[in-house]
């Protein structure tokens, strides 16, 4: 009897290089995990990262795999890709890099020089849109690189992300799935190509149709593997490598979020919420949703940008202690992170977080910063610790109710996944702030679970998307609201969270005219 099929699911997120195998059930049946180093700084405020470091990753993160599994290479029937968002590569003309990566975590700005010319720029005029179509062009990666690096731009022959890079060195095509494109690129949101010549976008870019890759739709087939990749991956013989799509955009899909009536979040480095719509619809207005990682769908996300990295920064700053008894009872320290948060009643005892710790475009704006208010002689650190927890439900209840509203379509279940669903802790704050049930998915890798679906349906594993959803993803852990606590956030986020922003912006505003930060 022949062995089960089984798909190779690479996961290259900000901390991590994973290579998963899944079964057609959905089953993780085998997991290699490389940590990495996110990123350096050669300056303050830069992010970067060098693009074969990646690749070199990728193939540890392999051959830890095939060590730690009965499962054999011979089994694999086809190899996925899904990555973090944002970072982009410039290649030669023989598809040697020419510079370290700028990682998505980069806060550099590009100059602005002028208004976009033509009829967009009396148009953005008209609109009072120039602040966010200049915040555009200061985050446009390829901007700066050709105004502080013109030979290194001069040079480029291919301009990709992560995702791209990735799966031109597995195949040795310059392809990608249309479902990776988020970031500062001349990408369509609404139709899910390249923009056409006419888009504004190419006119406050340097980048030319030439440097991107062709771009192919999640599940179609990028290319097969090289000698090369098949040696580096551990694998004996060349398989098809099938598009699937940004981390985020699979991380909905392996929770099992086909409809906009199941709220999708995650509790990672970005905290998101997420709905799956046949229908073009802007969660902000003038923010497009980006690319689903299923065909021709669309991801309505309101993203908290240093979401859960507050979780991370408040252990590093003030969570030492734990992490020191952690170590010395052979624990997890997660474990004792919980249990400050059950010693503090909901509400934080009035502690109120913002967790705008990175300012945004435009809800919030450029001029945003965090904030946390109603201090008093009772708060200890561990008040702080829940504080955040419930800032970032409140933000994310608040993005919600946004895509509810543009979408005329009432969330009524969530799914969390990310490095915080794994807290029980968290997951029923989320159900108490929402009002709504939390649910886990049955695995911890959903963002390399929804890339092992695209692959599934690609490689005809199964027939369709519906399918294959209902095969291979189910759900774990249900949280239910308590009825008390979900009253007292109610009152909480209604009466003072929604308050915060729009009291506090005009200070925000000062502190930047004054200090220039943010910039």
């Not at 510079?99 to 033509?118: T, Y």
């Not at 290319?223 to 490598?241: F, N």
């Amino acid at each position: 009897m022949p062995a089960e099929p089984l798909i190779l699911a690479i996961d290259n997120g900000t901390q991590s290089v994973r290579a998963l195998l899944f079964d057609t059930r959905g089953n993780l049946v085998g997991k290699g995990k490389q940590e990495i180093e996110p990123y350096f700084s050669r300056e303050p405020g830069w992010a970067e990262q060098h693009p074969d470091y990646f690749w070199e990753q990728l193939g540890e993160a392999c051959q830890l795999l095939w060590n730690s599994t009965d499962a054999t290479p011979d089994q694999v029937a086809g190899v996925t890709v899904t990555t973090q968002r944002g970072t982009v590569i410039n290649l030669d003309e023989n598809g040697q890099p020419l510079r370290p990566a700028i990682i998505w975590l980069d806060q550099r700005h590009a100059r602005v020089e002028g208004s976009v010319k033509g009829p967009w720029g009396w148009l953005f005029k008209v609109a009072r849109l120039e602040d966010t179509i200049n915040r555009f062009r200061e985050k446009t990666q390829a901007n700066w690189i050709a105004q502080n690096e013109p030979e290194i731009w001069s040079k480029t022959r291919y301009f990709l992300l992560l995702s791209g890079y990735l799966n031109y060195r597995l195949t040795g095509e310059f392809r990608d799935s249309t479902g990776s494109q988020v970031g500062y690129l001349p990408f369509d949101y609404k139709k899910h190509r390249w923009a056409s010549r006419r888009d504004f976008k190419w006119q406050t870019m340097p980048i030319e149709p030439s440097m991107l890759p062709e771009l192919v739709a999640p599940g179609e087939t990028l290319g097969h593997l090289t000698d090369e990749a098949c040696k580096h991956l551990g694998l004996a013989k060349s398989l098809p490598v099938i598009a699937a799509a940004s981390d985020k955009a699979c991380e909905i899909l392996g929770s099992g979020g086909l409809t906009p009536d199941i709220g999708c979040m995650s509790y990672g480095t970005t905290a998101t919420i997420n709905t799956t719509s046949q229908r073009y619809v802007e969660p902000i207005r003038l923010m497009p949703p980006y690319p689903s990682a299923v065909p021709g769908r669309y991801s309505t996300e309101v993203m908290i940008y240093r979401g859960f990295w507050m979780v991370s920064w408040f252990k590093r700053e003030f969570g030492l202690r734990e992490q020191k008894l952690a170590q010395e009872r052979g624990i997890e320290p997660e474990a004792l992170f919980d249990e400050l948060v059950r010693a503090v009643p909901p509400g934080s005892m009035g502690l109120m977080l913002q967790p705008y710790w990175s300012p945004g475009v435009r809800q919030p704006g450029p001029e945003a910063k965090g904030s946390i208010i109603g201090f008093g002689d009772v708060h200890t650190r561990s008040h702080i610790y829940r504080a955040i927890l419930e800032g970032l439900a409140y933000a994310l209840r608040e993005g919600k109710e946004k895509i509810e509203k543009r979408s005329g379509v009432k969330i009524k279940k969530l799914r969390v996944a990310g490095g915080g669903s794994q807290s029980d802790v968290a997951m029923q704050l989320t159900a108490d702030v929402f009002g709504l049930p939390a649910e886990r998915p049955h695995t911890y890798e959903t963002s390399g679970l929804g890339a092992a679906i695209d692959a599934a349906v690609g490689l005809g594993l199964h027939p369709d998307f519906d399918t294959a959803v209902a095969n291979m993803t189910r759900v774990g852990d249900v949280f239910h609201p308590n009825e008390e606590t979900q009253a007292l956030y109610q009152r909480l986020y209604s009466e003072v969270y929604l308050k915060m922003y729009p009291q506090l912006q005009p200070l925000y505003q000062k502190i930047r005219n004054i200090t220039g930060y943010p910039s």
